[in-house]
């Protein structure tokens, strides 16, 4: 089967993400996309992260009509912080049927030779990049790895702008689907207290 990781902190998971998810798994032609919720990304800070059991509920209930997409908690397990390349190693030892592709940012891209065992990284995976605002693809190198850049809508909403929203008493309907929204309201989570 042909998994594409979509790792990140969801925090929340938003319309982005899924729209990603999904566009990524359609045009790759993958068989599933694995959100897989990182506890604690090792280039930011731990500052206004919800619990890791509290990302995985929200993840799970966004995805939970979508069978091809699905909420992986692999990285709950692992040392923390969580390195990609930590986790590629225990999918595959536990999944060997699997073909695994990293599905990523342009920013991120640009980022990746700074990761730990990068080149491991892109000689190994493929690697299935969507578009940011405020990104340049042509900074990008397609040669030098696996690269495939898609063209998804650039779409500019972010677990930043939508926990400040939160914190501002504002909604954040259309941003997350409405049993994310219910949940988070119900929980009082991102409330500034």
């Given at each position: 089967m042909r998994i594409g990781l979509f790792f990140g902190s969801f925090n929340p998971i938003h319309i982005g993400h899924l729209i990603v998810s999904n566009t990524i798994l359609e045009e790759a032609q993958l068989n599933k996309v694995w959100l897989v919720v990182s506890?604690?990304?090792?280039?930011?800070?731990?500052?206004?992260?919800?619990?890791?059991d509290q990302r995985l509920h929200l993840a799970t209930l966004a995805t939970k009509d979508n069978e091809n997409v699905e909420v992986c908690a692999i990285e709950k397990t692992l040392p923390k912080p969580?390195?990609?390349?930590?986790?590629l190693e225990v999918l595959e030892k536990q999944?060997?049927?699997?073909?695994?592709?990293?599905?990523?940012?342009?920013?991120?891209?640009?980022?990746?030779?700074?990761?730990?065992?990068?080149?491991?990284?892109?000689?190994?995976?493929?690697?299935?990049?969507?578009?940011?605002?405020?990104s340049n693809s042509d900074s990008i190198v397609e040669a030098e790895s696996k690269v495939t850049i898609y063209q998804i809508p650039k779409i500019e909403i972010s677990g930043t702008a939508i926990r400040s929203k939160i914190g501002q008493g504002k909604s954040i309907k259309y941003l997350v689907l409405k049993e994310v929204e219910e949940e988070i309201q119900k929980q009082g989570y991102y409330k500034i207290s």
């Open positions: 506890p604690q990304n090792p280039f930011k800070v731990k500052k206004s992260l919800l619990d890791i969580s390195y990609t390349i930590n986790t999944y060997p049927e699997h073909n695994f592709s990293i599905i990523m940012g342009e920013d991120n891209v640009i980022g990746l030779p700074k990761w730990k065992e990068a080149r491991q990284i892109m000689d190994n995976y493929d690697i299935l990049v969507y578009p940011r605002l405020g």
